[in-house]
């Protein structure tokens, strides 16, 4: 029998993702990321809202990062200002680390065909990714069931409640929304094209 966990940030994406694939666990990482206490409330209260188990993991990675996330200046090779290098592999890694031992056995991740600016947002990157997941010990099965889908596509596909979609936190910078960062930015629009005024 399956069990499923989605690595859940408690943005728009990770909460859609959450409501359409119901899975058995959300898990979300302090991995030192500025907006890491704003990202575990979000998620606490999607699971809450789905009655799944919640577990959170703290690594602190805050050293290795770069960019809005980790309130320094972006590194020449960033093709975002965001980018943390190598963070959705280590995030993965971290992840199946912690979920071994709950027997899951089917990790997602919130990929969408959007994120394909950074190269760990690609469905290459996941399959590659997955192919390492699923020659280990406990076989676990890795998937981006939203690779194929923008934000808006996701959100409508997903039935997520608007009362829930606006507890996600999508500012990079703060526990609070900057309005400047590219995940403000794109939290607005997404609002907006799916007929909501953001402001």
């Not at 971290?94 to 997602?108: E, K, Y």
């Not at 596509?153 to 608007?162: D, F, T, W």
């Given at each position: 029998m399956t069990r499923s966990a989605l690595l859940l940030s408690g943005g728009m994406d990770s909460t859609a993702i959450a409501f359409w694939k119901k899975p058995n666990i959300g898990i979300t990482i302090d991995?030192?990321?500025?907006?890491?206490?704003?990202e575990l409330r979000a998620s606490a209260a999607v699971c809450a809202a789905l009655g799944?188990?919640?577990i959170m993991a703290r690594v602190d990675l805050s050293s290795f990062g770069s960019g809005d996330m980790a309130a320094r200046p972006a590194?020449?090779?960033?093709?975002?200002?965001?980018?943390?290098?190598?963070?959705?592999?280590?995030?993965?890694?971290?992840?199946?680390?912690?979920?071994?031992?709950?027997?899951?056995?089917?990790?997602?991740?919130?990929?969408?065909r959007t994120d394909g600016h950074h190269a760990d947002g690609t469905g290459e990157?996941?399959?590659h990714l997955a192919g390492l997941l699923a020659m280990q010990e406990g076989s676990m099965r890795l998937d981006a069931p939203a690779i194929t889908f923008d934000a808006v596509?996701?959100?409508?596909?997903?039935?997520?409640?608007?009362d829930v979609l606006c507890w996600s936190h999508s500012c990079h910078s703060s526990d609070y929304a900057c309005g400047e960062c590219?995940?403000?930015r794109k939290?607005?629009?997404?609002?907006g094209a799916i007929g909501v005024d953001p402001y």
């Open positions: 991995y030192g990321q500025r907006p890491a206490a704003a799944i188990e919640h590194l020449g090779l960033a093709p975002r200002s965001e980018w943390w290098p190598y963070r959705n592999q280590a995030l993965v890694t971290i992840a199946a680390m912690a979920l071994i031992s709950r027997d899951v056995d089917h990790l997602m991740i919130g990929t969408l990157f996941v399959c596509e996701l959100i409508k596909i997903s039935g997520v409640p608007l590219g995940g403000c939290h607005y629009r997404t609002m």
